[in-house]
T-cell receptor, first 115, second 110 residues
Framework: DAGVIQSPRHEVTEMGQEVTLRCKPI?????LFWYRQTMMRGLELLIY????????DSGMPEDRFSAKMPNASFSTLKIQPSEPRDSAVYFC?????????????FGDGTRLSIL | QKEVEQNSGPLSVPEGAIASLNCTYS??????FFWYRQYSGKSPELIMS????GDKEDGRFTAQLNKASQYVSLLIRDSQPSDSATYLC??????????FGGGTRLMVKP
């Protein structure tokens, strides 16, 4: 059974460029989460979706960040324009909302470097 | 603001010893608790979950929960160098959300 799939694994780009991160959740999971991890701040929840609908985006740092989930098998996190302080590892995780108290499953992450 | 507190470490133990990792949480109503392990450069992976007071054992791992004290711990018996990683204490909240501790870095020395 395939896990959460994220792409790209690594992204290096210059500041000001648009960055799009992609995530395919585990089939059948109806909750999807985007996290950012840095040494200074640890793991931070950016936004999460239930049944493709954004529920809580209070963790999104600023308007430069946006996330979409057009269908149950795909989500994107976009940064436009990107800045060096956005450099971090971005994780996507999914969960089956029908099974409360069960853990989230994480993808391998996208390591983003903004020069 | 719900908080999960862990000592950042590093916690250094010799190979074969017991490693004890501790965590406190602020929300008294929390019902689910997890320990995730994260190797450097990798994603967090679930190693233990616990929902009721007491101990839960799985191989070399034992999770302990004391809701009255709002305290969770993870014991690793017969520690191996391959156990060297950051261990994240995670508390489940309403709406399937998780609150992560900052993690404790464990180093097991051969």
């Amino acid at each position: 059974d395939a896990g959460v799939i994220q792409s790209p694994r690594h992204e290096v780009t210059e500041m000001g460029q648009e960055v799009t991160l992609r995530c395919k959740p585990i089939s059948g999971h109806n909750s999807l989460f985007w996290y950012r991890q840095t040494m200074m701040r640890g793991l931070e929840l950016l936004i999460y979706f239930n049944n493709n609908v954004p529920i809580d985006d209070s963790g999104m740092p600023e308007d430069r960040f946006s996330a979409k989930m057009p269908n149950a098998s795909f989500s994107t996190l976009k940064i436009q324009p990107s800045e060096p302080r956005d450099s971090a590892v971005y994780f996507c995780a999914s969960h089956d909302k029908g099974y409360s108290n069960q853990p989230q499953h994480f993808g391998d992450g996208t390591r983003l470097s903004i020069l | 603001q719900k908080e999960v507190e862990q000592n950042s470490g590093p916690l250094s133990v010799p190979e074969g010893a017991i490693a004890s990792l501790n965590c406190t949480y602020s929300d008294r109503g929390s019902q689910s608790f997890f320990w995730y392990r994260q190797y450097s450069g990798k994603s967090p992976e679930l190693i233990m979950s616990i929902y009721s007071n007491g101990d839960k054992e799985d191989g070399r791992f034992t999770a302990q929960l004391n809701k009255a004290s709002q305290y969770v711990s993870l014991l690793i018996r017969d520690s191996q160098p391959s156990d060297s990683a950051t261990y994240l204490c995670v508390v489940g909240e309403a709406g399937n959300m998780l609150t992560f501790g900052g993690g404790t870095r464990l180093m097991v020395k051969p």
